[in-house]
């Protein structure tokens, strides 16, 4: 089978410090950039248009993007929920499933993919590094078409970061907020075994509970964690 194309372009919804981070990233890797603030319709409109397109604004304005434009784009999913900030968001207080699956049923039709969450955003500004440096951060991809991970993949290690395939889209619960792997310092290894721990940690029992409750019908009640 072909390898996916290349991501040759790259569009970034969202002109905060995050999305100023990964765009300058992009760049740097040699990809042609377009970034958008969330009142400039043009630019908008240009970003939906490349090769991968970015979501980083917060995430309780998801439902302010253009899910239209967005039919059948590749998709990066590099939002949190932070109910600390945003106040809670029912959407999101369902611990069965992950804030990157509720995107994606809005989103209906875009290849959603996760990944860029976890890192805080002074280690995307100072941390990537070339290939082979054994200082080297890592993140981890999660999405449920392979040839669309393994480009998010190609993306990430072009722009300065070791990939680590996580599964598909609902295993993106395993690096969001309130996880070890969030924000954590950590190799491709470490994060990893990082990963493959989760569900011995506090939040992964949360979450295998909801999940279980869910497929035998019964209800999980809302939980703080997020």
Known sequence: MAPPPPIRSV????????????????RDAGLAVTIAGSQDAEQITAATTADAVILAIPLAK????????????????????WWELDGRLPDFEDASTSSSEVVAAFLEGARVV????????WELENLAAAPGDPQRRALAVAGD?????????????????????AG??????????????????ATAQELQETLDDFWESQRGRVVARARARTTTGMQEPPTSLG
């Open 11 to 26: 569009g970034v919804l969202g002109a905060g410090r995050v999305g100023r981070a990964l765009a300058q990233l992009a």
């Open 62 to 81: 998801y439902r302010t993007l253009p899910a239209p434009d967005l039919n059948t784009a590749l998709v990066i999913d590099a939002m949190n929920y």
């Open 114 to 121: 996760k990944a860029f969450n976890h890192a805080s955003v």
């Open 145 to 165: 078409d392979a040839d669309d991970v393994a480009a998010v993949a190609a993306l990430v290690d072009a722009m300065g970061f070791d990939p680590v395939p």
């Open 168 to 185: 598909p889209l609902k295993e993106g619960v395993r690096f969001e907020p309130n996880t070890e792997a969030f924000g954590a310092d």
